[in-house]
């Protein structure tokens, strides 16, 4: 299976999608662990990235692409894979659907984490790290509701099944609401 958990900041796309890849026994790909580990390997795409980090500036869509399109490439991913948070915009999620085709594969299902603003920050205020902050965590929850509708429209009119799941509750009961809902 083939899978995109999505999902604002503090939703818990990571806990779920590592429940969920590890059910499905498939390998969990966020776009963070994917760059770091181009880095430490050296491969063309990572140090292409490197380029751009080191600069201080954003690393491209092209380059991001080419880092998942490594990732997906792998034998491990052959039987599947859980994209976690990306793509984020409609721009990545073409050229991931470009991707794709061009390894003969194509999304399963998106995944749609619902959390409501103020979980996100009581959740994210308690975790300490410096983008935390409330102003920055409002601003990140403004970023991310002007690019989720446009997204989830994108795969709805590419006939992507999407299923939407409320991310607040018990951990457990969550995981087995995506799965209930994914028929598995």
């Known amino acids: 299976m083939r899978l995109l958990i999505m999902g604002p900041p503090g939703a818990g796309k990571g806990t779920q999608g590592e429940l969920l890849a590890r059910r ?3 390998p969990r790909h966020s776009t963070g662990d994917i760059l770091r580990q181009a880095l430490r390997d050296g ?11 080191h600069a201080g500036e954003l690393v491209p869509d ?6 998942v399109g490594e990732a997906l490439a792998h034998e491990e991913s052959e039987p599947g894979f859980l994209l976690d948070g990306f793509p984020r915009t409609v721009a990545q999620a073409e050229g991931l659907r470009k991707l794709l085709l061009d390894q003969g594969q194509k999304l399963d299902a998106i995944v749609d ?9 009581k959740r994210l205020s308690t975790r300490g790290r410096k983008d935390d902050l409330l102003e920055t965590i409002q601003r990140r929850l403004e970023v991310y509701g002007k690019k989720k509708k446009p997204l989830l429209d994108f795969y709805a009119a590419r006939g992507v099944r999407i ?4 991310g607040v509750g018990d ?3 969550i995981q087995a609401d995506i799965l209930e809902r994914l028929s598995l």
């Open 113 to 121: 984490l619902s959390v409501p603003d103020d979980e996100i920050m």
């Open 24 to 26: 499905l026994g498939i």
């Open 163 to 166: 299923v939407s799941v409320e």
């Open 171 to 173: 951990i457990d009961d």
């Open 43 to 53: 491969t063309p795409m990572g140090l292409e990235a490197k380029r751009y980090m």
């Open 62 to 67: 092209d380059v991001i692409l080419g880092i």
